[in-house]
Each structure stands twice: as structure tokens, then as C-alpha cells.
């Protein structure tokens, strides 16, 4: 088999191998069976060239695109593809109304249902992101849920917010989930006693009460008995 003047031929430790180059044509043929030992390791070749940077991702991979409505009645339907907040001042928002389809009508309600499934009382973050522009954004604690017909109502606390939005601005709608509650610790032993604790001083004499009303007049008591008769003798002189 012809191999080229640089082809490299990597041999392995206490491998027994038959081999022996023709110098005339390049063709390596089988004979006589060698064992190499101990063969040392070829130079290391030079480090490649860096690779070229890759595209830029999509923000929206990250999400959810819906479209801003700015009406404030988070009770109805926002309509397909939008959400609304139940005040225009983002850091006065409480609730939000996410339609059950967003701006590429994907139905994703199914995944909204489950923002409240952490046993921690926050059960997680909403970061609604600008797409045209990033300097517009909120992000929201999910306090509560409520699936409605067509939308789901979350009861959700400002964390933090930023620019002007419009009616009609699209949006991305980014889910981080709360990690769920830990299990109550194991009861800690029972601490040593107090010492006891200093005598307190006495308290100053109270002030003398009224004096009390004369109480009701006894009964009469019972004829004493007759007493016996004594005579008396004039002494003369």
C-alpha cells in the first residue's frame, strides 16, 4: 500500500506490529514481527487559530413575545397576544392579565399554570423585557394565580422597572421559577436554665381606701337572769 514521504505512523507501547518501508516506491510491506517499548511521544504540534465569534443569539429565545396593552382592567380578557397591568405606573402594578396565546398565538397557558407550583410563598419572577428597545423593562415578584377563561391573573410585587411604555410596544415575557420551600429543621435541645433572676425593690405603699359604710344595727340581746337578793346591814355606832 503506497503511503506519502510524511505520512505519520503512530506506534503503541508493547505493541507487536510487522512493518518495514521500501525506500524505493513508499510501499510498506509485513515481515519479520518487533515489539516497541518505551517509544517516546512526538513534539506537539502548534495551537490552531481561534475560531470566529459566533452570531449573536435572539433575546427572544429567552421567552415569551407579547404585546403591551395599556387599558388597566386586569378582571377581563387582555386579548389575543397581550397583557396589561392593573395600574400605567409601573411601580404601582399589583396584578397582570397574560392573554393564553402570545404574539405568535403559540398557546402556552399550560406553561403560565404552573408559575405558582413553588411551595415558597414567592413563587417566582416575571422580567418583561422591551424588544425594541431593552432600556424598557419591569420586573415583578409572582405573589399568586388565578386562571380565568382565555388568561391567567397574577398577583405580583414591583422589584424594579425602567422607561416609557406605550400601547402597542412588544414585549418579552421572561419566567424564573422560586425554588421550593425547605423542610422544617429538626427541633434544637432544650437550652440550660436561666439563672435566677435579682429581687425586685418593693413597691411604694398604696394609697388608704375609703372609710366603709356604718354596718346595720345589731339585734337586741337576751334578758340577763335575776341576779340573787342581798341584805344590807347598817353599821351603828
Known amino acids: 500500500m503506497p503511503l506519502p514521504e510524511d505520512t505519520v505512523v503512530k506506534l503503541l507501547q508493547n505493541q507487536t506490529i510487522k512493518i518495514i518501508a521500501d525506500q524505493t516506491d513508499g510501499r510498506v510491506e509485513t515481515r519479520t514481527p518487533i515489539t ?6 512526538g513534539v506537539q504540534g502548534d495551537k490552531g487559530q481561534k475560531g470566529q465569534t459566533g452570531a449573536t443569539g435572539s433575546g427572544e429565545d429567552a421567552g415569551f413575545p407579547y404585546v403591551y396593552d395599556s387599558a388597566t382592567d386586569t378582571a377581563t380578557d387582555p386579548g389575543a ?12 402594578a ?28 414567592v413563587k417566582g419572577h416575571l422580567t418583561i423585557q422591551g424588544i425594541t428597545d431593552a432600556a424598557d423593562f419591569a420586573i ?3 405573589d399568586s394565580l388565578t386562571d380565568q377563561t382565555g388568561y391567567t391573573q397574577l398577583g405580583i410585587t414591583h422589584i424594579d422597572s425602567s422607561g416609557t411604555w406605550s400601547n402597542g410596544d412588544s414585549y418579552i415575557l421572561i419566567f424564573s ?12 435541645d432544650k437550652g ?6 435579682q429581687k425586685g425593690e418593693v413597691g411604694e405603699q398604696g394609697i ?9 344595727k ?3 340581746g337576751e334578758v340577763g337572769v335575776t341576779g340573787d337578793k342581798v341584805t344590807l346591814v347598817k353599821k351603828v355606832k
Open 192 to 197: 440550660d436554665t436561666g439563672q435566677k433572676g
Open 36 to 41: 516497541l517499548k518505551n517509544a517516546e511521544p
Open 140 to 142: 415583578y415578584q409572582i
Open 177 to 188: 421559577r422560586a425554588g421550593d420551600k425547605g423542610e422544617v429543621g429538626v427541633t434544637g
Open 208 to 216: 388608704q381606701g375609703n372609710k366603709g359604710d356604718t354596718g346595720e
Open 81 to 92: 397576544g397581550e397583557f396589561r397591568l392593573n395600574n400605567a405606573t409601573l411601580a404601582s
Open 94 to 121: 399589583t396584578q397582570i392579565a397574560i392573554d393564553d396565546l402570545d404574539a405568535d398565538t403559540s398557546d402556552i397557558s399550560s406553561f403560565i399554570a404552573t408559575w405558582d407550583d413553588s411551595t415558597n410563598t
Open 218 to 220: 345589731g339585734q337586741k
